[in-house]
Antibody
């Protein structure tokens, strides 16, 4: 069954980093992009960037260019998203989602990982 | 501020038809990039609802349809049912940003 399974909720202090994992099941991992989307409490969806698991090539939005690192482990079919220099505004649910084309839709989503940034 | 603009809320009575608009610009919807729609129920991940030229995943009834014209798109829901109460988001690709963009989301209330 095609699914993306993410790591569990995290609580971090301001200034720390968080690394969220997203493991793919049920399809050929290298064939499709993995995108990261976040949703602050009560807010809309914000696209953060994508990674091509076959090459490790990444694209990130301007606001996450410096603080976001996306990596892939093809041996386990897992993608990682690390967000550094956390601040309270980064408190959100982070989703990974599969996209078959750069400009396409996201047909499969992970269950989401809640990251809470609090002192 | 989202790149795509949606109304914050819409409502309708059971059985009625409602539409949700999604307005973009010449670098996204107007550049002929496809528009996709997602449904999000409370405390759950978004689910792909409609994509491209009115394609629906198997779980989506044909009461849901979409259209696009110029720099705008819309989602239509006919024969409203209580289970349709959810948030709906539009998504497209923006060539000037080289990435995907979302609307701010619309909360559908079934009266």
């Amino acid at each position: 069954q095609l699914q993306l399974v993410q790591s569990g909720a995290e609580v971090k202090k301001p200034g720390a980093s968080v690394k969220v994992s997203c493991k793919a099941y049920g399809y050929t991992f290298n064939h499709d992009y993995i995108h990261w989307v976040r949703q602050a409490p009560g807010q809309g969806l914000e696209w953060m960037g994508r990674i091509d698991p076959s090459s490790g090539s990444t694209t990130r939005t301007q606001r996450f260019q410096v603080r976001v690192t996306m990596t892939t482990d093809t041996s386990t079919g897992t993608v990682y998203m690390e967000l550094s220099s956390l601040r309270s505004e980064d408190t959100a649910t982070y989703y990974c989602a599969r996209g078959r084309m750069i400009s396409g839709n996201f047909d499969t989503w992970g269950q989401g990982t809640l990251v809470t940034v609090s002192s | 501020q989202s790149v795509l603009t949606q109304p914050p809320s819409v409502s309708g009575a059971p059985g009625q038809r409602v539409t949700i608009s999604c307005t973009g610009s010449t670098s996204n919807i107007g550049a002929t990039y496809d528009v996709h729609w997602y449904q999000q129920l409370p405390e759950t991940a978004p689910k792909l609802l409609i994509y491209g030229d009115n394609y629906r995943p198997s779980w989506v009834p044909d009461r849901f349809s979409c259209s696009k014209s110029g720099t705008s798109a819309s989602l239509a829901i006919a024969g409203l049912q209580a289970e349709d109460e959810a948030y709906y988001f539009c998504q497209s690709y923006d060539s000037s940003l080289s990435g995907s963009v979302f609307g701010g989301g619309t909360k559908l209330t079934v009266l």
